[in-house]
């Protein structure tokens, strides 16, 4: 059985895209909604470590309240298919492996999505981080390691720095090759400081470990200045324009 885990801060949108995919699943699962409408919790690393104390399923499904699960058959699937690789540590929708590469079956928007990434894939495939829109942990891996609430403390980056610390306890990071929609055109956190905030710490955190951190939101050197990489990427954008 799979725990299905999700912060909603918005029960028109929860309502309108994950439940009713999830209503018509083949196979019994665990819903646990953390309603933080009240803004309870100030970070998704407290709050889904507080949503998946008490799962129960063999894996946690951690997911934004604005996806949408493409069949009724996808929650036993994804069941199967990660009973079958023995050393997941964490499973996503959509990954990076490389500085150019994002894999995923996942689209933005409805209607005629744009896809999320370059490359689609057809068995699990091996990356460095997964993006947070969806992503599964064993429960047994996550009894032992929950997110970094201190290095976390907003609302990004859990699920990357996540997947840089199970690499490190010889466990692997999949992409699985399921569909569904990401109700986001996937770069708003790109605009916020506070995605920065936590970028520098989870930089400084693995430095040892990784001289490149690959996220789909970009790729980041640990031993360079976040405003220097900024600075860059903004000139290269111009002169691509150009």
């Known amino acids: 059985m799979i725990s299905v ?12 895209c994950l439940l009713p995919s999830l209503e018509s699943q ?21 709050a889904l470590n507080y949503g998946a104390e008490g799962a129960r399923g063999k894996y946690i499904m951690f997911v934004h309240q604005d996806v949408l699960i493409s069949s009724r058959t996808w929650l036993e699937n994804v069941e199967r298919i990660l009973d079958g690789i ?20 996942i689209n933005h928007k409805e ?30 891996v996550f009894s032992n390691l929950q997110f970094d609430e201190e290095v976390c403390s907003d609302w990004h980056l859990y699920a990357v720095d996540y997947s840089l610390s199970v690499g490190q306890r010889e466990l692997s990071v999949y992409v699985l090759p ?15 400081g506070g995605y920065y905030h936590t970028l520098r710490k989870v930089m400084r955190k693995h430095r040892d470990n990784y001289k490149h951190i690959y996220t789909t939101m970009g790729v980041w050197n640990t031993h360079q200045p976040v405003w220097l990489q900024r600075m860059v990427k903004r000139f290269n954008t111009l002169v691509n324009v150009i």
């Open 86 to 105: 023995r050393d997941v540590g964490i499973a996503g929708v959509a990954g990076k492996a490389s500085r150019n590469i994002i894999f995923t079956n």
């Open 178 to 192: 399921f569909e569904g929609v990401h109700m986001s055109h996937g770069k708003s956190s790109l605009s916020t």
């Open 111 to 140: 209607g005629s999505p744009p896809p999320a990434g370059k490359v689609e894939i057809n068995s699990p495939t091996i990356v460095q981080t997964v993006d947070e829109c969806l992503f599964l942990i064993p429960r047994r």
């Open 5 to 16: 885990v999700c912060v909603s801060n918005d029960k028109t949108e929860i309502e309108k």
């Open 26 to 46: 083949s196979v019994k699962f665990e819903l646990i909604v953390i309603d933080n409408s009240s803004k309870k919790f100030e970070s998704a690393a407290r």
